[in-house]
């Protein structure tokens, strides 16, 4: 029998115990045999969203439990291919939440403007537009020359696509209108060229970017950054997961350096609340004192 998806808990018959007890373990099997088999660890991702990815996995799959999705992602590799690919939830946009952007040119961007170099770390990129917004406002303020932008995420398909910088025409509309709410002061087009159903970023602003694989939930720190952008990855992390990330980038961080986490996210009731000063209370943009 398949579970009642929407039910999150409220436990009220024997049966709903037995059957979310039995999907509970289930998916407990398949995270850990994950794990053990391919060193992915999802074991600590927010269970809602979590569950529905998995059980949207089971039906893609034309399967009917958790067990037998297991059964397939731990014998087939392209099936966990698909699996990682899905629960990574790759959505992203050009200059998303153009706020934060014309936050970051009016406060961030003064104090960087004094450093000699500039490093900064996008962790969980997804396809990159994000990152491709950061090099395009960092060249209008003349700093892109003086940057590297390390860009990073755990699933590779995503990666690859950023790293080609090629991306459907038709979002160009929303990106544009993105761009200008951003503070961009130039003619949005300048930046790419169209061929058929898609466009490609200038190489110009392909150079200083170093995109690489790299997951928050097991690898450690690589560099030292002055600013780390971490937006809608974390949203989908238990609080355990949410600590250790944050230690990540606490070891990562330079003093002074820079985090920024958006709009729905904040570093109150984190173990690090108190390493941080806040220079943005609405876009949650932090500065890290210890
Ligand atoms: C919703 S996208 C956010 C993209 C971009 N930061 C933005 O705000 O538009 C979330 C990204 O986080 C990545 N991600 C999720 N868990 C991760 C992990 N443990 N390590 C690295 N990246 C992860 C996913 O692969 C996905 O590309």
């Known amino acids: 029998m398949t579970p009642d998806h929407s039910f999150e808990g409220d436990i009220h018959s024997p049966l709903e115990v037995d059957i979310?007890?039995?999907e509970s373990i289930e998916i407990e099997l398949l995270l850990e045999g994950i794990h053990r088999l391919y060193g992915y660890d999802f074991r600590n991702y927010a269970m809602p969203s979590l569950r529905r990815r998995i059980w949207h996995c089971v039906h893609a799959e034309n399967l009917k439990t958790v067990s037998s999705l297991q059964e397939k992602v731990l014998h087939n590799r392209d099936c966990f291919d698909r699996l990682v690919y899905n629960l990574s939830i790759p959505v992203t946009?050009?200059?998303?939440?153009?706020?934060?952007?014309?936050?970051?040119?009016?406060k961030i961007i003064?104090?960087?403007?004094?450093?000699?170099?500039?490093r900064i770390w996008h962790a969980g990129c997804s396809t990159g537009e994000e990152v491709y917004s950061m090099a395009i406002m960092l060249h209008e303020e003349g700093l892109y020359e003086k940057s590297r932008i390390?860009?990073?995420?755990?699933?590779?398909?995503s990666l690859a696509q950023a790293k080609e910088g090629i991306f459907n025409i038709e979002k160009m509309q929303l990106y544009t209108k993105n761009y200008l709410a951003?503070?961009?002061t130039r003619s949005f087009s300048e930046y790419y060229t169209a061929k058929y159903n898609s466009v490609i970023f200038q190489p110009f602003l392909r150079k200083n970017l170093i995109f690489a694989e790299h997951n928050l939930a097991t690898d450690g720190s690589f560099n030292e950054f002055n600013v780390i952008f971490c937006r809608n990855?974390?949203?989908?992390?238990?609080?355990k997961l949410r600590n250790h990330v944050h230690k990540l980038f606490h070891e990562s961080l330079n003093h002074f350096g820079v985090l920024v986490l958006g709009s729905k996210e904040s570093i109150h009731f984190t173990d690090f609340a108190d390493c941080y000063e806040p220079m943005?209370?609405?876009?949650k943009i932090y500065r890290k004192i210890k």
């Not at 943005?280 to 876009?283: K, Y």
Request: glycine share 4%; proline share 6%.
């Open 280 to 283: 943005d209370m609405t876009e």
């Open 93 to 106: 946009e050009m200059f998303r939440d153009p706020e934060l952007f014309k936050t970051f040119r009016k």
């Open 20 to 22: 979310h007890e039995r």
């Open 150 to 157: 390390y860009a990073t995420d755990m699933n590779d398909r």
């Open 110 to 118: 003064p104090i960087l403007r004094t450093y000699p170099y500039i």
């Open 182 to 184: 951003a503070g961009g």
């Open 233 to 239: 990855v974390m949203i989908y992390f238990d609080d």
